[in-house]
C-alpha cells in the first residue's frame, strides 16, 4: 500500500508567533466570517502584530460532513478547510484591523495554497490547531475607506510551517454591489440560492471517482475525458449546508475550486490512472475574473499536463525540488513511516478552466501528488 513520502522539515528560519497566547478555546463570532452556522465557523482568534500583519488560531475538526469526507488514507486535513481557515482568518482580520464594515461585501479576487509538511496535516487524536501569520502585502483605499486586501499568510502547526497561502479581497458597501452584481446581469434581478432548484440536469459522478464517500458532496454531473481532457457540469448543491451556509446570489468561489478539485482527481484518474484514494493537492492556485451566475450553466474543463516523477534517492541528499515547492526528504528513523522505505514522489499538473456561456470564470491550477512504492 502507497503513502505519502512527506516528512518532518528542518526548522524554519521564521519564528514561529507562538508568544502571542492565541487562543483556541472558543470560535469567534460568526458574523466576522460570514457565517450563519456556528459549526461552519474554525477560526478562534487574532492578535495583531503590526499595522501591516497579525496572527490568526484556528481549530480544524477531526471529523466534518463536506471537508472529511475523502477516501485518501491516511486521512490529512482537507487543503479547502486550510483555504476556508484563511478566508475567515483573513475576513476577520478586515473588519477588525482595517475599518472593513461588517455589512460589506465581499469579492474574492484570487487565492492559492502550497503545502511543503505533509505530516503535521495528518488527521490524529485531537483537532488540529493552525496558526496563521497574516501580512496585508497590498491595501487599497478610496476616500478613507478601505476596498481591497491582497495577503501572504504563513502556515503552522506547532513550530512548524505547513504552507503557505494568498488571497484577494474586495470590499463593496451593499448599495455599491447591488450596482455592480445587477451591471453584470444586464439589470436582471439577483437570483437566491434559497429558491433555486436543488436538482442540476445531469447525471451526478459516483462519489469514488473524485474521492468521495457521500453523493452530496460531489459537485460534478456528466464528467467524460477526451484524450488528456476532462470535462463536466458543474452541479450547485444550493442546499449543501457548508459550501451554501447562506443564501448567496452567485455561484461562490469554494464552489467553483471545488469543483476544480473534483474535476482535476476525475481526469487524473482516467487519464492518467492515478487513483483518487491516493492523490493529494499540494497546490491550488485560483484566479477569478467574473461572478458565477446560478442559473446559468457552468462547465468545467481540465487539462492533465505531463507528470513528473522524483526518484527516492535525489542528487541532493535531504531536498525535493517539486512543482508545489521545496520538501524536505525523511530525517533518521523516519523513512519506514512516511514512505515504506524507497518511495518515490509523483505529480501530475491539472489546469482546470470554469466557463459559463463560453466566457471565463475563473482558471485553477492544481499539482496533484502521490506516492508510489519505487
Same mark, same amino acid.
Given at each position: 500500500?502507497?503513502?505519502?513520502?512527506?516528512?518532518?522539515?528542518?526548522?524554519?528560519?521564521?519564528?514561529?508567533?507562538?508568544?502571542?497566547?492565541?487562543?483556541?478555546?472558543?470560535?469567534?463570532?460568526?458574523?466576522?466570517?460570514?457565517?450563519?452556522?456556528?459549526?461552519?465557523?474554525?477560526?478562534?482568534?487574532?492578535?495583531?502584530?503590526?499595522?501591516?500583519?497579525?496572527?490568526?488560531?484556528?481549530?480544524?475538526?477531526?471529523?466534518?460532513?463536506?471537508?472529511?469526507?475523502?477516501?485518501?488514507?491516511?486521512?490529512?486535513?482537507?487543503?479547502?478547510?486550510?483555504?476556508?481557515?484563511?478566508?475567515?482568518? $483573513?475576513?476577520?482580520?478586515?473588519?477588525?484591523?482595517?475599518? +472593513?464594515?461588517?455589512?460589506?461585501?465581499?469579492?474574492?479576487?484570487?487565492?492559492?495554497?502550497?503545502?511543503?509538511? *505533509? !505530516?503535521?496535516?495528518?488527521?490524529?487524536?485531537?483537532?488540529?490547531?493552525?496558526?496563521?501569520? +497574516?501580512?496585508?502585502? $497590498?491595501?487599497?483605499?478610496?476616500?478613507?475607506?478601505?476596498?481591497?486586501?491582497?495577503?501572504?499568510?504563513?502556515?503552522?502547526?506547532? @513550530?512548524?510551517?505547513?504552507?503557505?497561502?494568498?488571497?484577494?479581497?474586495?470590499?463593496?458597501?451593499?448599495?455599491?454591489?447591488?450596482?455592480?452584481?445587477?451591471?453584470?446581469?444586464?439589470?436582471?434581478? *439577483? !437570483?437566491?440560492?434559497?429558491?433555486?432548484?436543488? +436538482?442540476?440536469?445531469?447525471?451526478?459522478?459516483?462519489?469514488?471517482?473524485?474521492?468521495?464517500?457521500?453523493?452530496? $458532496?460531489?459537485?460534478?454531473?456528466?464528467?467524460?475525458?477526451?484524450?488528456?481532457?476532462?470535462?463536466?457540469?458543474?452541479?450547485?448543491?444550493?442546499?449543501?449546508?457548508?459550501?451554501?451556509?447562506?443564501?448567496? @446570489?452567485?455561484?461562490?468561489?469554494?464552489?467553483?475550486?471545488?469543483?476544480?478539485?473534483?474535476?482535476?482527481?476525475?481526469?487524473?484518474?482516467?487519464?492518467?490512472?492515478?487513483?483518487?484514494?491516493?492523490?493529494?493537492?499540494?497546490?491550488?492556485?485560483?484566479?477569478?475574473?467574473?461572478?458565477?451566475?446560478?442559473?446559468?450553466?457552468?462547465?468545467?474543463?481540465?487539462?492533465?499536463?505531463?507528470?513528473?516523477?522524483?526518484?527516492?534517492?535525489?542528487?541532493?541528499?535531504?531536498?525535493?525540488?517539486?512543482?508545489?515547492?521545496?520538501?524536505?526528504?525523511?530525517?533518521?528513523?523516519?523513512?519506514?513511516?512516511?514512505?515504506?522505505?524507497?518511495?518515490?514522489?509523483?505529480?501530475?499538473?491539472?489546469?482546470?478552466?470554469?466557463?459559463?456561456?463560453?466566457?471565463?470564470?475563473?482558471?485553477?491550477?492544481?499539482?496533484?501528488?502521490?506516492?508510489?512504492?519505487?
Amino acid at each position: 500500500m502507497s503513502t505519502t513520502s512527506f516528512t518532518r522539515r528542518q526548522p524554519s528560519a521564521a519564528t514561529p508567533p507562538d508568544d502571542l497566547d492565541l487562543d483556541f478555546s472558543r470560535t469567534v463570532d460568526r458574523l466576522l466570517v460570514h457565517r450563519d452556522a456556528l459549526g461552519e465557523v474554525f477560526l478562534t482568534d487574532l492578535r495583531r502584530i503590526d499595522d501591516e500583519s497579525y496572527a490568526a488560531a484556528a481549530q480544524l475538526p477531526r471529523s466534518h460532513a463536506y471537508y472529511g469526507d475523502h477516501q485518501l488514507r491516511p486521512s490529512f486535513h482537507d487543503p479547502l478547510l486550510l483555504l476556508e481557515a484563511c478566508r475567515q482568518a $483573513n475576513l476577520a482580520g478586515a473588519h477588525r484591523f482595517y475599518g +472593513v464594515a461588517e455589512d460589506d461585501k465581499f469579492i474574492l479576487t484570487h487565492l492559492r495554497l502550497t503545502l511543503t509538511h *505533509l !505530516p503535521s496535516l495528518v488527521v490524529g487524536p485531537a483537532p488540529l490547531p493552525l496558526v496563521m501569520r +497574516v501580512r496585508v502585502v $497590498n491595501r487599497k483605499e478610496r476616500d478613507g475607506r478601505v476596498t481591497g486586501l491582497d495577503y501572504a499568510i504563513e502556515l503552522w502547526v506547532d @513550530d512548524t510551517v505547513v504552507g503557505t497561502s494568498e488571497m484577494g479581497l474586495r470590499f463593496k458597501t451593499p448599495t455599491d454591489y447591488l450596482t455592480l452584481r445587477l451591471n453584470n446581469r444586464g439589470g436582471r434581478a *439577483l !437570483p437566491s440560492s434559497a429558491t433555486l432548484p436543488h +436538482v442540476t440536469p445531469g447525471t451526478p459522478v459516483p462519489p469514488h471517482l473524485v474521492g468521495r464517500h457521500a453523493a452530496q $458532496n460531489v459537485v460534478l454531473v456528466d464528467a467524460a475525458t477526451t484524450g488528456a481532457t476532462g470535462h463536466a457540469g458543474l452541479r450547485t448543491p444550493a442546499d449543501h449546508p457548508s459550501m451554501f451556509d447562506h443564501p448567496q @446570489d452567485h455561484l461562490p468561489g469554494m464552489v467553483i475550486t471545488e469543483g476544480a478539485r473534483q474535476l482535476a482527481l476525475f481526469t487524473a484518474l482516467d487519464v492518467c490512472g492515478m487513483s483518487a484514494a491516493k492523490v493529494f493537492p499540494t497546490d491550488i492556485d485560483v484566479h477569478f475574473t467574473r461572478f458565477g451566475e446560478l442559473e446559468d450553466e457552468t462547465v468545467l474543463t481540465a487539462e492533465a499536463n505531463e507528470r513528473v516523477r522524483i526518484p527516492s534517492e535525489p542528487t541532493d541528499p535531504g531536498v525535493y525540488y517539486t512543482q508545489g515547492g521545496l520538501l524536505e526528504l525523511p530525517e533518521s528513523g523516519e523513512e519506514s513511516l512516511w514512505n515504506g522505505g524507497g518511495a518515490a514522489l509523483e505529480q501530475l499538473p491539472v489546469r482546470v478552466e470554469a466557463r459559463q456561456r463560453d466566457e471565463l470564470l475563473c482558471a485553477v491550477n492544481l499539482t496533484l501528488t502521490r506516492v508510489s512504492l519505487g
